[in-house]
T-cell receptor, first 112, second 114 residues
Framework: GENVEQHPSTLSVQEGDSAVIKCTYS??????FPWYKQELGKRPQLIID?????GEKKDQRIAVTLNKTAKHFSLHITETQPEDSAVYFC???????????FGGGTRLMVKP | DSGVTQTPKHLITATGQRVTLRCSPR?????VYWYQQSLDQGLQFLIH???????AKGNILERFSAQQFPDLHSELNLSSLELGDSALYFC?????????????FGPGTRLTVT
């Protein structure tokens, strides 16, 4: 089955700096890669996703890149703000899998 | 608010007991997924139902079972509970069965086994 590795497990940045979280996946059939943000005690919320037919996607301060050959994808957050502090999860799935396989999560702390 | 509802919010029970967690998907969504989130395991996929039928199973213990009813709500049954079953249980829903459909998560049920 699919295996998703996520790094780093914790990330501390100064407000205004950029943050990058990286994930690798094992199943070459995976074609959908969402990123979720989870605040303490709350539900995971989708913040951005990318499908395997594109290499990059942006939404304001957030961008995701995908390298299918290397089987890795990354989340980039620019101009970080204290409210970006949360746990971020990457995930992967394919049309046959009917399920998301999550990475282990990254705790992002943005210091004011 | 994702439109997915889960009850109860919190559940405290003893080892050996049985509990039922309930999930109502977003209006129009036919798929329901169950995930377990414990401190050391992250988010683990348990099971997926589509329009009343089981579609995929993940790392779900034999002591756990689920079903989806004709009105599309789903229940996750956990029996012979152990301390290690303490976790947050999320359900998520999506429109169909495609792996690339966005999944909307409910607020979760926090289960504490004492």
């Amino acid at each position: 089955g699919e295996n998703v590795e996520q790094h780093p497990s914790t990330l501390s940045v100064q407000e205004g700096d950029s943050a990058v979280i990286k994930c690798t996946y094992s199943d070459s059939a995976s074609n959908y890669f969402p990123w979720y943000k989870q605040e303490l005690g709350k539900r995971p919320q989708l913040i951005i996703d990318i499908r395997s037919n594109v290499g990059e996607k942006k939404d304001q301060r957030i961008a995701v890149t995908l390298n299918k050959t290397a089987k890795h994808f990354s989340l980039h957050i620019t101009e970080t703000q204290p409210e970006d502090s949360a746990v971020y999860f990457c995930a992967a799935s394919n049309n046959a899998g009917n399920m998301l396989t999550f990475g282990g999560g990254t705790r992002l702390m943005v210091k004011p | 608010d994702s439109g997915v509802t889960q009850t109860p919010k919190h559940l405290i029970t003893a080892t050996g007991q049985r509990v039922t967690l309930r999930c109502s998907p977003r209006s129009g969504d036919l798929s329901v997924y169950w995930y377990q989130q414990s401190l050391d395991q992250g988010l683990q996929f348990l099971i997926h139902y589509y329009n009343g039928e089981e579609r995929a199973k993940g790392n779900i213990l034999e002591r756990f079972s689920a079903q989806q009813f004709p009105d599309l709500h789903s229940e996750l049954n956990l029996s012979s509970l152990e301390l290690g079953d303490s976790a947050l249980y999320f359900c998520a829903s999506s429109v169909s069965t495609h792996g690339s459909d966005e999944q909307y998560f409910g607020p979760g049920t926090r289960l504490t086994v004492t």
